[in-house]
């Protein structure tokens, strides 16, 4: 069956290109030209025509028009909708010639035939790296002009790409639109859960040249790699230091502002860390979520495990050079250094005695006070150390 030709009268007299209307034609002339009449109101920034500027504004409205029937999400641009849409269906309509993938839009498809040819045709003008497409140069030059476009509505926090955005909008809603085949797990993102799948299979794609150590994830390797050169990019504008990560300079730099930002909705201790405020919130709860496989003992955290774990195995890791004594914990050594000194730091302010440590101290000073802070639930007794009401147990046992 014989197809007829679209007619396009309509050619551009710089680069020969057809339009089947004058108003495509007008459009696509300001591409030479330079020209963009379309303004955004809210923050200037202009366009070549009024669909662009009407989906741009949108970013400034929240307006998301177009409606996904199957799971609610909604897009600003009809593009998107379509290729949403495709998540559902399976169709991938855009295939490589070369080795036969298919892909849900022509974008990906783009990107993927990039790589067999290893063509990267867009360079950016500041830096001169290279990219696959344009619009990785677009997103590319935000990070030497700052820009970040798309904001958040719950909390204002800015990105410099729309994906950003929606990922950090999934913490704010909760949603984990991506499971795992192999576990209950679920994620906010693709990379995250291809990330994810990485554990079950065992795949460690990224490899140290250096070492031939292997890694899950991209920047894991990014960060070995700078404990070969000693690179610290992360610098403390305060004191200097330098550090592997930008999350380590943060914490850093809370040293300096004293700034506590995880706060205990119990009492009013506050943290700089929220790993240390779980930790804390446990003295509250009594959790104990780390367990002992030896005997079964519970404890709050992972280092109180470890310690415990010495008395089933015998280790005594910290040794004394001048006798030889060896003790499970480093602070037990300190105190057992001071044996060897001629002098003994803490004195008591009632009988003149001199004491080791500040502990013994306090458990000496109670013979003075008659203070007995240690109680047995069974039988009411006290006692002015924990040993000695422990001793006193037995008893009941």
């Known amino acids: 069956m014989?197809?007829?030709?679209?007619?396009?009268?309509?050619?551009?007299?710089?680069?020969?290109?057809?339009?089947?209307?004058?108003?495509?034609?007008?459009?696509?002339?300001?591409?030479?030209?330079g020209e963009k009449p379309y303004r955004c109101d809210v923050c200037s920034k202009s366009f070549t025509d009024s669909s662009n500027l009407q989906r741009h504004i949108r970013t400034h409205t929240g307006e998301k028009p177009y409606c996904c029937d199957v799971c609610g999400c909604s897009f600003r641009q009809a593009s998107h909708f379509q290729r949403h849409k495709r998540t559902h269906t399976g169709e991938k309509?855009?295939?490589?010639?070369?080795?036969?993938?298919?892909?849900?839009?022509?974008?990906?498809?783009?990107?993927?035939?990039?790589?067999?040819?290893?063509?990267?045709?867009?360079?950016?003008?500041?830096?001169?790296?290279?990219?696959?497409?344009?619009?990785?140069?677009?997103?590319?030059?935000?990070?030497?002009?700052?820009e970040k476009p798309y904001s958040c509505d719950v909390c204002s926090a800015s990105f410099a790409t729309s994906s950003y955005l929606t990922l950090h909008m999934r913490r704010h809603t909760g949603e984990k639109p991506y499971p795992c085949d192999e576990c209950d797990s679920s994620f906010s993102g693709k990379s995250r859960?291809?990330?994810?799948?990485?554990?079950?299979?065992?795949?460690?794609?990224?490899?140290?040249?250096?070492?031939?150590?292997?890694?899950r994830r991209k920047f894991e390797l990014t960060l070995h790699i700078r404990t070969h050169t000693g690179e610290k990019p992360f610098s403390c504008q305060l004191c200097g230091k330098s550090f592997l990560k930008s999350s380590k300079l943060t914490l850093h730099v809370r040293i300096h502002t004293g700034e506590k930002p995880y706060s205990c909705d119990v009492c009013t201790s506050s943290f700089v860390t929220l790993s240390k405020l779980k930790k804390h919130k446990r003295s509250h709860t009594k959790e104990k979520p780390y367990s002992c496989t030896d005997c079964g003992s519970f404890f709050a955290n992972t280092y109180s495990l470890k310690k415990h774990k010495q008395i089933h195995i015998g280790e005594k890791p910290f040794s004394c050079e001048e006798c030889g004594s060896a003790f499970r914990h480093n602070i037990a050594l300190k105190q057992h250094k001071r044996t060897h000194e001629a002098e003994k730091y803490?004195?008591?302010?009632?009988?003149?005695?001199?004491?080791?440590?500040?502990?013994?101290?306090?458990?000496?000073?109670?013979?003075?006070?008659?203070?007995?802070?240690?109680?047995?639930?069974v039988c009411g007794s006290l006692f002015t150390q924990k040993s000695h009401l422990k001793v006193h147990m037995r008893c009941h046992t």
């Open 93 to 146: 309509p855009y295939s490589c010639e070369t080795c036969g993938s298919t892909f849900y839009d022509s974008t990906a498809l783009g990107k993927h035939k990039a790589t067999h040819t290893g063509l990267k045709p867009h360079s950016c003008d500041v830096c001169g790296t290279s990219f696959m497409s344009k619009y990785d140069v677009t997103k590319h030059m935000r990070v030497h002009t700052g």
């Open 193 to 215: 859960l291809r990330e994810h799948m990485r554990i079950h299979s065992g795949e460690k794609p990224f490899t140290c040249e250096s070492c031939g150590s292997s890694f």
């Open 346 to 377: 803490f004195p008591c302010e009632l009988c003149g005695l001199l004491y080791t440590t500040l502990y013994n101290l306090k458990q000496h000073k109670r013979t003075h006070t008659g203070e007995k802070p240690f109680s047995c639930d």
């Open 2 to 33: 014989q197809t007829q030709s679209v007619e396009k009268p309509h050619s551009c007299l710089v680069c020969g290109s057809s339009f089947r209307k004058s108003f495509h034609l007008k459009t696509h002339m300001f591409t030479h030209t």
